[in-house]
């Protein structure tokens, strides 16, 4: 059974950093591109960046490019978000997700994702 876990959320003031986790098991992890969508209340989810884990290409979304970076550990199933210089407009549930592409040019839509985890709060107090 497949199944993605995100970890690493919490309570930050403005100009810090979290960084999440998405562990992964049950899937062939390096077939697959992970990519973090987040939702703020009262607002669609939205994609935040992803990493193809085929060739490595990153994407980001221009609300956190230059304060976001993701990276991958295959040997560990895992895909890590560091947020950097938050600020309270990052507040949202986080959400990671993998789906199967084979060449990736922009951020996936969350139609084309296969498996999703469950979420993990990030709140910016101001």
């Known amino acids: 059974e497949v199944h993605l876990v995100e970890s690493g959320g919490g309570l930050v003031r403005t100009g810090g950093s979290l960084r999440l986790s998405c562990a992964a098991s049950g899937l062939d992890f390096g077939d697959y591109v992970i990519a973090w969508f987040r939702q703020a209340p009262g607002k669609e989810r939205e994609a935040v960046s992803c990493i193809n884990n085929r060739d490595g290409a990153t994407f980001f979304a221009g609300s956190v490019k230059g304060r976001f970076t993701i990276s991958s550990d295959n040997a560990k199933s895992t895909v890590y978000l560091q947020m950097n210089d938050l600020e309270p407009e990052d507040t949202a549930v986080y959400y990671c997700?993998?789906?199967?592409?084979?060449?990736?040019?922009?951020?996936?839509?969350?139609?084309?994702?296969?498996?999703w985890g469950k979420g993990t709060l990030v709140t910016v107090s101001p």
């Open positions: 997700a993998a789906g199967r592409y084979g060449l990736l040019i922009r951020l996936p839509s969350e139609y084309g994702m296969d498996v």
